[in-house]
Every structure is written in C-alpha cells, then in structure tokens.
T-cell receptor
Framework: GAVVSQHPSRVICKSGTSVKIECRSL??????MFWYRQFPKQSLMLMAT?????????EQGVEKDKFLINHASLTLSTLTVTSAHPEDSSFYIC???????????FGQGTRLTVV | ELKVEQNPLFLSMQEGKNYTIYCNYS?????LYWYRQDPGKSLESLFV?????AVKQEGRLMASLDTKARLSTLHITAAVHDLSATYFC?????????FGKGTRLHILP
C-alpha cells in the first residue's frame, strides 16, 4: 500500500505553546487528508477533512481556531494545535487518499503530551 | 448522518475458539475497512471491502460485507494469543471515514 508519514511521532510541549504536526503522502498525491484524534482506549474521532488548496471542513465541536489545518500541497497537510492545554493531550492520526472513493492510508500517529 | 456501530466492545476468549465481531452502519458506503491497533501504536490495515458479498481472508481472520444489510463481520478462527488487540471497522462515505468504537479482544492462553 501507499505510504503516509507523520512527524513527529511524539511531542511534549508546555501549556500555552503551539505545536505543529506534519502529514506527508510519500508516494502518491493526496487530494484529501483527514485528521483524527484518539483518546486512550477510545475510538478515532474525525476532527476535520482537508482538500488540497481549500479550507478544511471541521466536524461539529472541533474548534477551528484551535486546530489549524493547512493542506497547501498534494503531499503535505499540517495540523497546528494552538495554545495547547493538557486536555489536548492525545494521539493524533492523519489519513490521506488520492480522491473521493479511493482507499485511504494512515500515518503512524503523533502522541502529543501537554504539560 | 453516518453512524457506525461495532459489537461487542470487549471480548475475552480462549485460544482455539472462534468468534465474530459485527459492524453495522447506518447509510450506504463506498468501502469498508477493518483495522487492527496494538496499544500505543497506529492502525494496521487488515481488509478493504468494496462490494456486496465481498469476502477476504488472511490467516485466521476473515472479513465479509453485506451492503444490503449494511453489515460487515470479522471472523476469527481458532484464536491465538497474538491476535489480542483492538479491532476497528471504518466506513467510507461522502469523503468521510467514520470509525466504530472498536472491539478490544483479549485472547487467553
């Protein structure tokens, strides 16, 4: 299958700071990328869907100003957690695919700890 | 709104036994995925099911899809301890992929 790379795999940041997570499709062009959040022992919750060159579509209850998503190229999407708080500590996973109805591939995930 | 329900949520079983995990979804879908997740790790893709009646097998795991019933199953045959993990189904529709709550499978030696 295609490869999606996420970076960093782990990050610790202080409360009030911002942290950026990158999601790259290494061997295909991803017109659509998804961002998920997973709390311990829970399922993956879709946060937002981003299409290359367009503004991201956020799911209900997800703060747009807090979770900034940029999908500026066909191989890169970034999620920036702004003014992070301990309750933002979670496992963040991205997914990418070439287009509507095509198979999606997942990154390795980023474990964010806010102290 | 697309909803995905998975059951059971927890399953403890003996090695050598068979069991089935069910995944029901509320609307039509483009494809259905099954994933495995080990603690602290990301998702491992197991199966991608596209069409009604699709059946795929890999080792002791077999997945099937009934689009008319909006039901997919993941069947475990003669379970072994190494299959202990959390299994998720996910439904792909309208440019969204929505996950079930997952089934935590614990296989006792």
């Amino acid at each position: 299958g295609a490869v999606v790379s996420q970076h960093p795999s782990r990050v610790i940041c202080k409360s009030g700071t911002s942290v950026k997570i990158e999601c790259r499709s290494l061997d295909f062009q991803a017109t659509t990328m998804f961002w998920y959040r997973q709390f311990p022992k829970q399922s993956l919750m879709l946060m937002a869907t981003s299409n290359e060159g367009s503004k991201a579509t956020y799911e209900q209850g997800v703060e747009k100003d807090k979770f900034l998503i940029n999908h500026a190229s066909l191989t890169l999407s970034t999620l920036t957690v702004t003014s992070a708080h301990p309750e933002d500590s979670s496992f963040y996973i991205c997914s990418a695919r070439t287009g509507l109805g095509t198979e999606a591939f997942f990154g390795q995930g980023t474990r964010l700890t806010v102290v | 709104e697309l909803k995905v329900e998975q059951n059971p949520l927890f399953l403890s079983m003996q090695e050598g036994k068979n069991y089935t995990i069910y995944c029901n979804y509320s609307t039509t879908s483009d494809r259905l995925y099954w994933y495995r997740q080990d603690p602290g790790k990301s998702l491992e893709s197991l199966f991608v099911l596209l069409s009604n009646g699709a059946v795929k097998q890999e080792g002791r795991l077999m997945a099937s899809l009934d689009t008319k019933a909006r039901l997919s199953t993941l069947h475990i045959t003669a379970a072994v301890h190494d299959l202990s993990a959390t299994y998720f189904c996910a439904v792909d529709r309208d440019d969204k992929i929505i996950f079930g709550k997952g089934t935590r499978l614990h296989i006792l030696p």
